[in-house]
């Protein structure tokens, strides 16, 4: 009796034994975290998607339109990049034929502009147009209405737009003389302001060079043909 109850016993040992000598079952590795998604979550607004890791461990880059933004993982401390190769490529995208263009017969230099047709500097650059053109100096316009849609000064850039002769109609208007020209449709007004709004302008009028550089603010003839020329 005893002896059977041996064996019965020595049985289920060897069986424990072949059963804990059997591999454990591993659950599946959980797929690894985007930390991108972390560095986002320190930015208002930002998606994992628009952030790229850098060469420098710790900093990625966020591009939003033409603005570079350079953070640390932990989203404590964020500095801007350049711009210039970024407006280079958008101005070179952007239609000429969406430009108020004053220019001499051959321009030695060609600049970009963003106006508003109610700005006071705008509007002293543009009295000195012939200052400008007399240097070599081509000024390709892109109507930027501070003010936003909707407003004053937005419908001023539309009438410009619209009118007969759009040179003519811009320099009345930066007289100050009030035009009658009613806003058309499929005006580039909208267009431009987009463009600006991408270039985080603060302020009319701002002068992109042709190497992409932007000059905030009026800058006079002769300096601005200094500095193309210092440029070039």
């Not at 020209?181 to 909208?190: D, E, H």
Request: net charge neutral; hydrophobic share 40%.
């Amino acid at each position: 009796m005893v002896g059977n109850r041996l064996l019965v016993l020595c049985a289920l040992c060897a069986a424990a034994g072949v059963v804990g000598a059997q591999p454990q079952t591993q659950p599946p590795t959980p797929p690894k975290a985007d930390p991108r998604a972390e560095v986002a979550a320190h930015i208002p607004g930002a998606r994992p998607e628009e952030l790229r890791a850098t060469a420098v461990p710790g900093v990625y880059e966020l591009t939003r339109g033409a603005d570079i933004i350079y953070v640390t993982a932990d989203g404590k401390y964020a500095f801007t990049g350049d711009l210039v190769e970024l407006r280079t490529k958008a101005l070179d995208a952007f239609p000429e034929g969406e430009m108020l263009v004053f220019g001499p017969k051959d321009p030695k230099y060609t600049v970009t502009v963003f106006t508003d047709v109610d700005c006071p500097y705008c509007r002293k650059l543009h009295s000195q147009i012939g200052l400008y053109n007399g240097l070599g100096i081509r000024v390709r316009y892109l109507l930027y209405p501070r003010t936003g849609p909707n407003t004053v000064s937005w419908l001023k850039a539309e009438q410009v737009w619209c009118s007969p002769d759009r040179n003519a109609a811009l320099t009345r208007a930066k007289l100050g003389e009030e035009l009658k020209t009613k806003a058309c449709a499929n005006n580039p007004v909208a267009h431009s302001y987009a463009l600006g709004q991408e270039f985080a302008l603060e302020g009319t009028p701002a002068i992109i060079m042709p190497n992409g550089e932007m000059l905030p603010g009026y800058v006079p003839p002769d300096v601005l043909a200094q500095h193309l020329k210092d440029a070039k």
